[in-house]
């Protein structure tokens, strides 16, 4: 069965510090990968998606991801976290029929 | 603006009563799906459509409905045989083609 893991709870970082969130995920075909961003209450808003081609992604807010096939993994990666950076971040794999399977997720703190 | 409506935000229910919560979207997506929150779990698949009047069960089914009747509504029940209904419940909509999802903001449900 598809799963995501995501093996960070929480995660502190400084005001501009760089970050990176881990995730592994299994899956037989060739994955769809996904990263969201939910603020406390609110829904969850797409930061990046990766389907093929270049494994280097680029999204919103200055994030971006590298698929690594060798490594099962699908890291979200910023050079430097400002304090509106402060959420819950999830990683999702697409199954068929356009299914999300998502991690548990990791909470960024960011201290100031 | 297109986007998806989750409402209310916030419902109570007493232990033994059903409650439906209301899920629209303007976006003319094909596919709409339900998922529970519950924290350090990510998001949980209870229910989804990908055409009206059809839909199928996710993971945690057990204690809820839906229906599909419209395009655009896809509302979800929580009956009183679910065990543990208080949660984060999020609305998602998306194309057949374009995977990834919009999300609406949530319903926080609590069974007092």
């Known amino acids: 069965a598809q799963s995501v893991t995501q093996p960070d709870i929480h995660i502190t970082v400084s005001e501009g510090a760089s970050l990176e969130l881990r995730c592994n995920y299994s899956?037989?075909?060739?994955?769809?990968l996904f990263w969201y961003v939910q603020s406390p209450g609110q829904g969850l808003q797409l930061l990046l998606k990766?389907?093929?081609?270049?494994?280097l992604v680029q999204g919103i807010k200055g994030f971006e991801a590298e698929f690594k096939r060798s490594q099962s993994s699908f890291n979200l990666r910023k050079p430097s976290v400002h304090w509106s950076d402060a959420a819950e971040y999830f990683c999702?794999?697409?199954?068929?029929?356009?299914?999300?399977?998502f991690g548990a997720g990791t909470i960024l703190r960011v201290k100031s | 603006d297109g986007g998806i409506t989750q409402s209310p935000k916030y419902l109570f229910r007493k232990e033994g009563q059903n409650v439906t919560l209301s899920c629209e979207q303007n976006?003319?997506?094909?596919?709409m799906y339900w998922y529970r929150q519950d924290p350090g779990q990510g998001l949980r698949l209870i229910y989804y459509?990908?055409?009206?009047?059809?839909?199928q069960k996710g993971d945690i089914a057990e204690g809820y409905s839906v229906s599909r009747e419209k395009k655009e509504s896809f509302p979800l029940t929580v009956t009183s045989a679910q065990k543990n209904p208080t949660a984060f419940y999020l609305c998602?909509?998306?194309?057949?083609?374009?995977?990834?999802?919009?999300f609406g903001s949530g319903t926080r449900l609590t069974v007092v």
């Open positions: 999702a794999v697409a199954t068929g029929g356009n299914k999300l399977v």
């Open positions: 998602a909509s998306s194309t057949r083609e374009v995977y990834g999802y919009t």
């Open positions: 976006l003319n997506h094909d596919a």
């Open positions: 990766y389907f093929s081609g270049d494994t």
């Open positions: 899956y037989g075909a060739t994955p769809y």
């Open positions: 459509s990908q055409i009206v009047n059809d839909f």
